[in-house]
């Protein structure tokens, strides 16, 4: 590990693996995409605006890879988004060091949200319980 990469608490894997349950749970009941405010909400962080989402989502886009899983963090969207049926992270939301860590160019995020549609998410979140 060097001295850029910060070490992984505790509360960001917790909040990491919680966060793949939650969109693996809103994708199998049909859902397109959470909003950054309805993931901290879910999450039950004190700020629903969805501050602070972006280390959990890197650390839960590492633990999607382990399991061979797409990026999950790219179905964590801009409300202006969701409404408009066209899901996508906020321009300024997700860093350009989300994209870098998790291997994705923002032009790759629609491919990744489909291949996260097409995910048996029964099957993935029964594999990561395991």
């Known amino acids: 590990m060097t001295d850029h990469e910060p070490i992984v608490t505790p509360l960001t894997a917790e ?5 793949i349950h939650i969109i693996g749970q809103a994708l199998q009941a049909g859902e397109l995409a959470v909003t950054y ?4 909400r879910r999450l039950g962080m004190s700020k629903v605006n969805g501050q602070g989402l972006n280390a959990y989502l890197i650390e839960a886009a590492a633990m999607c890879a382990e399991q061979g899983l797409p990026n999950i963090g790219v179905l964590v969207v801009s409300q202006e ?9 906020a321009q300024g939301s997700l860093s350009t060091t989300f994209y870098t860590k998790t291997g994705l160019a923002r032009d790759d995020v629609p491919a990744e949200q489909a291949r996260l549609r097409a995910v048996d998410w029964a099957a993935a979140l029964a594999r990561l319980e395991a």
């Open 37 to 40: 405010s309805e993931l901290a």
């Open 81 to 89: 988004s969701l409404a408009a049926g066209k899901p996508m992270p």
């Open 15 to 19: 909040r990491a693996r919680a966060s």
